[in-house]
């Protein structure tokens, strides 16, 4: 079994900035995929960012600019740099993962338990 520990989330005020880190419980063999979701009360889960297998790098349009996602290979972790919050940043963040562990038979999608990120002053 493999869990995505994320840290990193709380108050900030606009402007602010905040790193999320997700570092998942096992080694990672192969990644398919590995970044953060998010979802704001009432609003459906959107994608924020991932990297993926390649190393290629993919924002959403509101978060550009603003957001820099970033790989430790050593650790198994993602962090998420996030600057110039706004408070429509304002959600719950989500890590996902589509990945390979070492004594894993084939990639699998993980998620973890969400943290909040509060944008306000």
């Known amino acids: 079994q493999v869990q995505l520990v994320e840290s990193g989330g709380g108050l900030v005020q606009p402007g602010g900035s905040l790193r999320l880190s997700c570092a998942a419980s096992?080694?990672?063999?192969?990644?398919?995929?590995m970044g953060w979701y998010r979802q704001a009360p009432g609003k459906e889960r959107e994608l924020v960012a991932v990297?993926?297998?390649?190393?290629?790098?993919n924002y959403a349009d509101s978060v550009k600019a603003r957001f820099t996602l970033s790989r430790d290979n050593a650790k198994n972790t993602v962090y998420l740099q996030m600057n110039s919050l706004k408070p429509e940043d304002t959600a719950v963040y989500y890590c996902?993962?589509?990945?390979?562990?070492?004594?894993?038979?084939?990639?699998?999608?993980?998620w973890g338990q969400g943290t909040q990120v509060t944008v306000s002053s």
């Open positions: 996902n993962a589509v990945i390979k562990i070492v004594a894993g038979p084939f990639p699998q999608e993980y």
């Open positions: 096992r080694s990672i063999f192969s990644l398919n995929a």
């Open positions: 990297i993926r297998s390649g190393g290629s790098t």
